[in-house]
């Protein structure tokens, strides 16, 4: 179980407090610096005897001397744009007010101690505290802001062992999903052992205090380990104070070839579980009994063509709790043999429902946390399988965070909205009782604003939700700036959450809308199919669909109207401002996947074709990808919305170069008087671990730029 329940990023504004508010409106004529003059090869690629010509692929060498120099020169000409904006300094220094205030995680304990992490405000990196018990002195266990001097290396995951004595942490440098595994002594911090290093894409399992299990792939040569390929997961044991060239490969590798695997215990240590996979979907399942020397792993599903994970064993290790979605797409608790796990020898314990499940364990119970509507409906069952309550939240929104230990008999959760700030709540296990545990002091008035969900029809007439967000009263007028946002993929679901940044947006009189689209798993795995390989149009048509809703409702106008998404929401924003240029004011496709013909070619992205298909699967999947992959969809002499593309030059997820030859291609058609922009974040990554002050910045520059593109201008907020 994962202990870190997440930060609690709570914020607040004061709604009106302010009297005397100065507008700024946008500048009348900013001076654009010529975009720099991208050199073009002469690289082309046959697929099934069609050519596709690819002018940028050098850009692909990210650090070649050339593209340095190419990141320079498009970061002079935005940031030379972005500091014409004459109400810039003003938003970040409301963002820098809105994000000064004290954030906290839920507790958690572990041996002697309870732990919880806290940032004062602005600090880069939330710090983890620990103290005796409940009431002993509080005292700083590990301070991140300590590793480096700008903030960009952070605390990537942390595991405890079971009794509390020994921690395993990982250290993530400029956002890299590469990480180094540091081993200390809970009670005086000393090391222990050897720092691990090149691990990704891990988790930590301790056994006993032996040492720990986690997985990593082979470091690519020097000089690519941000972009070459990661093919083949392995599962180690790493014995604690022996070298890391020793560590016994488990499962994976040559011999067991998958792109990803992954193991972890049950609470009682009884069993090893390894998951294994080749795409984001779908896994096999594996258990090892480990109080037996020499036991063999054992198949549990020996294909991929569904997801299961077990949730635990009872008091005697004779029986296993496992969550599935075979012959369940919604997904079902089952219970089943340990000795004999197989498929053939499961029984539903909690069967599928109408709604998306998503079961943790704690305090002897299951909690089956259920998506309806893409919002929170949380249960609770007896190990038996009896429901005993459903847990009253305090309102329409997402609850996160129902797990604990098994003699725990009290839990933290949190729940949240577009306009209810991360809460945390002390829930009783015995009597079902909620008590408030850690409220923000700051003070945000969720009664001015108001969160509705509508449904809006697709070209296909499939009913999609969205949520809205905005000031009470609000006319509709079409004049309102308004930033559409959605993901659409993978069988990410996403649910209502506060954001400290849209506040810039609510308080200026603006719409926040977030569209839940096909290819999320909103709705379970057909949801999620349909919008996959060659459906992955429908989901496009969502997100076109809810911005023409949007207008159609008079919420916004095309002139007032912003997209944003990233990583696969990258892929969807570079999508829909290429297939509908006119329908959008301003674009802002962040660290997007939008070359679909190489995406597969880089890192672990080839365990995405589950979802998108590949440029060499066949003649109909290639002409797919080709026709709506947004580098390759780009038209010349088209007049494209006012853009953004943002990177960072350490993703090593999605590399940078799908960013940079869109950018480069975007520059070369585009014709018109919107600036189309790249802004690219150096010592940064993916998004995770991102330090305060450049999540600030990154922020202040997307709503400068949204609000000098629509034409709104800026009322400062004192």
């Known amino acids: 179980m994962n202990k870190n329940l997440g930060l609690i990023l709570l914020a607040a504004v004061v709604a009106g407090a302010c009297n005397e508010q100065k507008q700024i409106g946008p500048a009348e004529n900013i001076s654009l610096l010529p975009y720099p003059q991208t050199q073009k090869g002469e690289v082309t690629d046959d697929y ?9 692929r050098w850009l692909e060498d990210d650090l070649a001397e050339d593209t340095k120099a190419w990141v320079q020169a498009q970061n002079e000409v935005t940031e030379n744009y972005l500091a014409q904006i004459p109400f810039r300094s003003a938003i970040q220094a409301r963002l820098e007010k809105l994000w000064n205030y004290e954030k906290f995680s839920a ?65 993530s440098e400029g956002g890299s999903d590469w990480r180094k595994v540091v081993v200390i002594r809970a009670e005086d911090k000393a090391m222990v052992g050897d720092t691990l290093m090149d691990v990704k894409f891990s988790g930590l399992a301790w056994r006993g205090n032996e040492g720990f299990y986690y997985s990593s792939y082979d470091k690519p040569v020097e000089g690519s380990a941000l972009s070459a390929m990661t093919d083949q997961h392995k599962l180690y044991f790493h014995t604690l104070n022996t070298p890391q060239s020793e560590d016994q490969l488990i499962f994976g590798g040559s011999a067991q070839p998958r792109r990803y695997i992954g193991g972890y215990l049950t609470e009682d240590e009884h069993y090893l579980i390894i998951t294994a996979a080749n795409a984001t979907s779908g896994n096999e399942l594996y258990i090892q009994d480990l109080r037996q020397a020499g036991s063999p792993i054992r198949t549990v599903v020996g294909n991929m063509e569904k997801e299961h994970y077990v949730l635990g064993s009872d008091s005697n290790g004779g029986r296993l709790f496992i969550y599935t979605n ?17 498929p053939a020898n499961w029984s539903d314990l909690i069967a599928e429902t109408e709604q998306v499940l998503s079961p943790a364990t704690g305090g002897g119970k299951i909690f089956a946390h259920y998506l309806k509507d893409a919002t929170s409906l949380v249960q609770q069952y007896d190990m038996g399988g009896q429901l005993e309550r459903t847990i009253e939240l305090p309102g329409v929104g997402s609850a996160s965070g129902f797990g604990a230990k098994l003699e725990d008999t009290s839990l933290y959760y949190s729940f949240t909205s577009y306009v209810y700030p991360p809460t945390i709540f002390k829930y009783d296990i015995a009597s079902g009782a909620s008590e408030l545990y850690k409220s923000s002091g700051v003070d945000f008035d969720p009664s001015q604003f108001e969160s509705k969900q509508v449904f809006y029809t697709s070209k296909d007439g499939t009913r999609v939700p969205m949520i809205i967000t905005h000031k009470k009263g609000l006319v509709l007028d079409g004049s309102n700036p308004t930033l559409l946002y959605a993901y659409g993929g993978f069988n990410i679901s996403l649910t209502p959450a506060f954001s400290t940044s849209n506040i810039i947006l609510l308080e200026q009189g603006g719409v926040y809308a977030v569209a839940n689209l096909r290819g999320g798993g909103e709705y379970g795995e057909q949801w999620h199919l349909a919008g996959t390989r060659q459906q992955k149009q429908n989901v496009f048509d969502d997100f076109i669909a809810a911005a023409e809703y949007l207008i159609s409702e008079n919420y916004t106008s095309s002139e007032k109207l912003g997209i944003a998404g990233g990583s696969n929401g990258g892929l969807l924003v570079g999508a829909a401002m290429t297939q509908r240029p006119e329908l959008f004011k301003v674009a802002f496709p962040a660290v997007g996947v939008l070359d679909m013909l190489r995406y597969h070619k880089f890192t672990a992205g080839a365990g995405w074709a589950y979802d998108y298909g590949t440029s060499e699967d066949d003649p109909e999947m290639f002409a797919y990808l080709h026709r709506y992959s947004p580098y390759h969809a780009l038209k010349a002499g088209t007049n494209y919305p006012a853009t953004m593309v943002t990177t960072a030059d350490h993703d090593d997820r999605v590399v940078p170069a799908h960013s940079f030859k869109f950018a480069a291609r975007l520059q070369e ?31 202040t520059d997307k709503w400068a730029f949204l609000f000098q593109n629509t034409g709104t201008g800026y009322s400062v907020v004192k």
């Open 48 to 56: 099934f005897g069609t050519t596709v010509a690819d002018p940028y």
């Open 107 to 171: 507790p958690f304990k572990e041996g002697d101690y309870t732990y919880f992490y806290k940032n004062d405000g602005l600090q880069n990196q939330s710090v983890l505290y620990r103290q005796k018990g409940e009431d002993g002195e509080v005292e700083v266990f590990l301070d991140p802001n300590t590793f480096s001097a700008d903030g960009t290396t952070s605390l990537a995951g942390i595991t405890f062992s079971k009794d509390g004595s020994l921690i395993a942490y990982q250290l």
């Open 326 to 342: 075979l012959d369940a797409p919604n997904g079902r608790v089952v219970t089943a043999p340990a000795d004999a796990a197989q």
């Open 669 to 699: 058609y585009h014709e018109g008087e919107n600036p189309v922009l790249i802004r690219i974040e150096t010592n940064a990554g993916h998004g995770a671990g991102k330090p305060t002050a450049m999540i600030i910045s990154e922020q």
